[in-house]
């Protein structure tokens, strides 16, 4: 089980932009690998539109995506056109072949009961192969989503959790629910309030524990 503060498992594989070595593709930036069932199903289509569509404000935050599919990278080509042609956006980040399941393995993305065939395989026998993970540049784990095959995943959500998980790493501070940037941020309890005064400036402290304030530039 892969789980936050884990270091993420380095693979090399082929994808649509070549072969890739995981931690070295990574680098210096952040990172979110994200999985889906099968090439050229409906949901999963819009859900590489919407990433696509988002691509300068991946950019804009220091972070590579990156799609995880139990397909070949000739499908993931010929997919990548419907991607294109829905999103109105061309899909310029890597899509990675996992036939083998080595990725999807690694990353404990298969549902508990799995029966997955080499050949004949179905979208409905990978159906949990939907998960996101954000990595930091020290190749950890910041944050993990999990979705059922019929849900399709929110991605301004996970564009709202990638910037909250950089406003918070390395620094006494978490985002309290709903947040956005922009908006005060809670001090961690381990910072005394006379030193978060003097460090942040005037506090907003609604409950001893809940102590919010600027997030410094």
Request: aromatic share 10%; hydrophobic share 40%.
């Amino acid at each position: 089980m892969v789980r936050i503060n884990d270091t993420a498992p380095d693979f090399t594989a082929e994808s649509t932009a070549g072969q890739i070595k995981f931690h070295e593709w990574i680098g210096d930036s952040y990172a979110i690998l994200f999985s889906h069932p099968r090439d050229f199903t409906p949901v999963c289509t819009t859900e590489f539109g919407a990433v696509a569509q988002l691509i300068p404000e991946w950019k804009k935050r220091n972070t590579k995506v990156i799609g995880v599919s139990v397909d070949s990278v000739s499908d993931h080509e010929k997919w990548k056109c419907d991607i294109e042609s829905f999103a109105g956006a061309p899909a310029d980040f890597p899509i990675i072949d996992d036939v083998s399941l080595t990725v999807s393995k690694a990353y404990d993305m298969l549902p508990a009961d799995f029966y997955l065939p080499t050949e004949g395989r179905t979208p409905a026998n990978s159906a949990t192969v939907r998960t996101v993970y954000i990595i930091g540049p020290d190749k950890k784990i910041r944050l993990t989503m999990t979705y059922p095959m019929s849900v399709g995943r929110n991605f301004a959500e996970i564009l709202r959790a990638l910037d909250a998980v950089q406003a918070t790493d390395g620094v006494p501070f978490a985002t309290p629910a709903n947040w956005v940037p922009g908006q005060d941020v809670i001090v961690a309890l381990s910072v005394p309030t006379d030193q978060a005064v003097e460090k942040y400036g005037e506090l907003d402290i609604k409950l001893p524990y809940l102590r919010f304030a600027k997030r410094p530039v």
